[in-house]
């Protein structure tokens, strides 16, 4: 298993690289937008909309309030941070929060709450000054978060960190992912030499932290659903979904961050 998912990463990691620095704008929105319909599509089974016709309508409901994320996106970004204040407080009390999100509709609303903001606020991070850079930054913090919690989980990890979510993390994987987080946050000071070092710091560890909670919530409405994956796409790592459920959570907080000039 862990040579397939380095071999899909070796492979991956340079497409996206390649698709960051040296795709137009207009290809580079297509493709997100071409992500943001197969992540929907995935999700569908957390729901589950049997129906073919509820399903196209619904990736159309979704790919429709892009628009509007991208117009209000500030805004957009507000309620999404909130939202997933209480995703959090639905991790920690699984399975007690079934109570609400055992709901389909509260699963499907979510995605339409979600999945929209990630669209505009990559696209609009994308046109910022080094913005190329912050996002690969921003991917770098991710794939730290997740492969530290791997290894050092792997080699130490005996404490379960919320087992009814997610039977294999423990704390000493997170706190493996927790310190290279902050190995990558002290290069990336040292690259792009912001203004408060602190606040850099802490805005790093919470993007690695919140990374996190998307894994673990992708994770608690698979269970919910009793599926191990949501795809079979990438060899070794399940589905788009399965691969881009910590960028979904973290990128909203590093671009709103990103407003704050005195981080960065």
Not at 182 to 197: D, E, K, Q, R, S
Request: proline share 4%; net charge positive; charged share 10%.
């Amino acid at each position: 298993m862990f040579r397939q998912r380095l071999l899909t990463a070796l492979i991956l990691v340079p497409l996206v690289l390649i698709a960051i620095y040296y795709a137009s704008y207009t290809v580079l929105s297509t493709i997100i937008l071409a992500i943001i319909a197969l992540l929907g599509w995935e999700w569908l089974q957390l729901i589950p909309i049997k129906n073919n016709i509820g399903r196209c309508v619904y990736i159309a409901t979704l790919l429709l309030l892009v628009w509007p994320a991208t117009l209000w996106l500030n805004n957009w970004l507000i309620v999404d941070l909130i939202f997933w204040g209480l995703i959090f407080v639905a991790v920690v009390t699984f399975p007690a929060s079934q109570a609400v999100w055992g709901h389909p509709a509260v699963v499907g609303s979510s995605c339409l709450l979600l999945l929209p903001v990630v669209a505009s606020s990559i696209s609009a991070l994308y046109q910022e000054t080094n913005g190329k850079d912050y996002i690969v930054y921003l991917l770098c913090l991710i794939w730290a978060a997740d492969i530290g919690a791997y290894l050092a989980g792997k080699q130490w990890g005996c404490h379960k960190l919320i087992p009814a979510v997610s039977p294999g993390k423990t704390i000493e994987g997170t706190i493996g992912g927790i310190g290279l987080v902050l190995i990558v946050a002290t290069v990336g000071y040292l690259y792009f030499h912001p203004n408060n070092m602190l606040s850099w710091v802490v805005i790093s560890l919470g993007t690695g932290l919140i990374s996190m909670l998307g894994d673990l919530f992708i994770s608690m409405l698979k269970r919910r659903s009793n599926i191990k994956d949501t795809g079979r796409i990438f060899p070794g790592h399940g589905g788009v979904l399965d691969r881009l459920d910590s960028l979904i959570a973290a990128l909203p907080l590093f671009y709103f961050s990103r407003h704050f000039h005195a981080f960065f």
